[in-house]
């Protein structure tokens, strides 16, 4: 019986190594067997009955839409979410692998298939092309809703090209009704003296043909005080403000807060609170809740 390859080793084979390390998938092999009987499993070899499914294989391995609909049976919602922004990601100007559209696409087609529903529900907050993780990271902080751990601003678009005197710009992430535009600036890219000009004479350029910009150091994502006065610059500048009407938001965010803290920083813990408005009355909802 032909097996193709799944999981964590597909996934790598399609080049997502550093999404499969950001979410700890397990590194055993495992492979997925075509079958309209049932068939013995074991945690290495799982068997499906979709026939439609067959079409999600390529060079015997799994593709990357099936991929993400398979580890919609296992993964949590924020890591789903996570997940398909990485899948779906590519560098400014060249072509993505995958998109939103066949990731939904294959959710919809494979009827019956018990990762269906979570897929579904995370393709919802799943935007195309994220230039690197803690874009996605960023991106999923503020524009998830509260429910999810977000700030719950509209979605905006990554890499959003921009033309300018003839010359093409990328924004990482890009609000169209107020023309505002987010960059995150690693250490890796923006931190010499090269870049820095580079920098200043592109925003100089941006800002003429009537773009806003904010910048966002790694430390502003690592800091939770950093991090509110990065949200509230935002929140004014998109004059929409951050309000938490939920006690649900606590968790996530304190899950997305973790996804890629460097080594050396404190992990936030459940005293810790955002001051956002809203949050002190939705704090003791969450206490009472989850603490009682």
Known sequence: MKKYLCGRKALEYWGFVEACETLSLPASTEYLVFSEHDCSRTSQTHWCKIKAARKYT??????????????????????????????????PGEKAQCSVRKLRDCAVSLEGHPGRRKALQAIQYIQNNSGSPMESRLYMHLCLPNFLGGCGFPKA????????????????????????????????????SRSFSQDNLRDAKLRTSGYRLIHVKPG???????????????????KKPIV???????????????????????????????????????YKEYLGTFHS
Do not use: M, W
């Open 220 to 238: 502003q994502l690592s800091d939770l005080e950093a991090f509110q006065d990065l949200s509230v610059n935002i929140s004014r500048q998109l």
């Open 157 to 192: 678009v990554l890499n959003k090209p921009v033309q300018v005197d003839s010359k093409q710009y990328y924004l990482d992430l890009y609000f169209p009704d107020t023309r505002l535009g987010i960059e995150y600036d690693s250490y890796e890219y923006h931190n010499n």
């Open 244 to 282: 938490i009407r939920t006690a649900k938001f606590f968790e996530p965010f304190k899950e997305i807060f973790h996804f890629f803290q460097p080594t050396g920083y404190a992990p936030i813990t459940v005293f810790d609170v955002p001051q956002f408005r809203g949050a002190d009355g939705a």
């Open 58 to 91: 390529e060079n015997d391995v799994c593709t990357l839409p099936y991929l993400f609909l398979r580890y919609a049976c296992h993964l949590d919602l924020l890591k789903l979410i996570y997940l398909g922004l990485q899948i779906c990601a590519c560098p």
